[in-house]
């Protein structure tokens, strides 16, 4: 089983921007196919973006697309999220996940978790 570690939120203006980064260990990640999801306060966790385990092709939810980028690099084992023009509706805790088939965006397709890392955005 690979763990994850997210990093790299933190508080930033309305359209400004973040990278988050998500550290694998312990298991195969390359192999993996992996996905970013969020959790704004008081609502379910929902999916964000995917990724396919070679990194050459992506989905991504309608709300972020044209503005967040996921990508990986296997040789690293890490995974990235690149979140460009921020709105305050993007504050969330945003996790990644493994071992899931691609294109899934449901929560219980993935076996593998990170804790989590918040995201602010003000307006």
């Known amino acids: 089983q690979v763990q994850l570690v997210e990093s790299g939120g933190g508080l930033v203006q309305s359209g400004g921007s973040l990278r988050l980064t998500c550290g694998a260990s312990g298991g195969p990640f390359s192999s993996y196919n992996m996905a970013w999801f969020r959790q704004p306060p008081g609502k379910e966790r929902e999916f964000v973006a995917t990724i396919l385990w070679t990194g050459k092709i992506s989905n991504y939810a309608d709300s972020v697309k044209g503005r967040f980028t996921i990508s990986r690099d296997n040789a690293k084992n890490t995974g990235y999220l690149q979140m460009d023009d921020l709105k305050p509706e993007d504050t969330a805790v945003y996790y990644c996940?493994?071992?899931?088939?691609?294109?899934?965006?449901?929560?219980?397709?993935?076996?593998?978790w990170g804790q989590g890392t918040q995201v602010t955005v003000s307006s």
């Open positions: 996940a493994a071992q899931g088939p691609f294109g899934a965006t449901t929560v219980a397709a993935y076996a593998n």
